[in-house]
C-alpha cells in the first residue's frame, strides 16, 4: 500500500520505456559500391574541368568583339566629359594668355605713339602689377 507518487500529476502520463536500437551498419559490398560511384561522380567532375582547359581556342578572332560595347548612355557620358575636360583646358590657357598679357602690360611703360615711353604714368584702363610677398 505505499505507493510513491513522483513529480506530482504529470507521473501518471510517462511515456512507456523505448528499447534500444542497435546500430545498423552498411555490409562490406554496399559500402565498396557507394565508395565506386562517389569516386565515379567525382572522376566525371575532374574531366569535366581538364576538357574545358584543352579545349582548343578558335584560332579567328573578331577585332570588334575584343572590346565590350558601350551603350548609348554611357557613350554620351564619354562625349560629355571630354567636351567638358575640352573646355576646362581651353578657359585654363585662356586664364594663363590674360595673366600673361596684364603682367606685360604692366611692366611695360605706356606708349603714346609719340616715341617717347612716360615713365610713372600708367594707363587708367591697366591696373597696377601686385606685389608678391614672400613670408620666411
Do not use: W, Y
Not at 107 to 132: E, Y
Request: charged share 30%.
Amino acid at each position: 500500500m505505499e505507493q510513491k507518487q513522483m513529480g506530482g500529476p504529470l507521473a501518471s502520463k510517462a511515456a512507456p520505456a523505448r528499447r534500444k536500437k542497435g546500430k545498423h551498419f552498411l555490409a562490406k559490398n554496399e559500402a565498396l559500391e557507394l565508395a565506386v560511384s562517389i569516386a565515379g561522380v567525382q572522376e566525371q567532375k575532374a574531366l569535366g574541368k581538364a576538357e574545358k582547359h584543352h579545349q582548343a581556342q578558335p584560332c579567328q578572332r573578331n577585332i570588334d568583339n575584343d572590346k565590350p560595347r558601350l551603350s548609348n548612355s554611357k557613350l554620351k557620358i564619354k562625349e560629355t566629359k571630354a567636351l567638358l575636360a575640352a573646355q576646362r583646358a581651353r578657359s585654363k590657357k585662356d586664364k594663363a594668355k590674360k595673366r600673361k598679357r596684364l603682367s606685360q602690360d604692366a611692366t611695360s611703360p605706356p606708349n603714346d605713339g609719340d616715341g617717347h615711353a612716360h615713365v610713372g604714368l600708367l594707363s587708367p584702363t591697366t591696373k597696377p602689377a601686385r606685389k608678391k610677398v614672400s613670408f620666411a
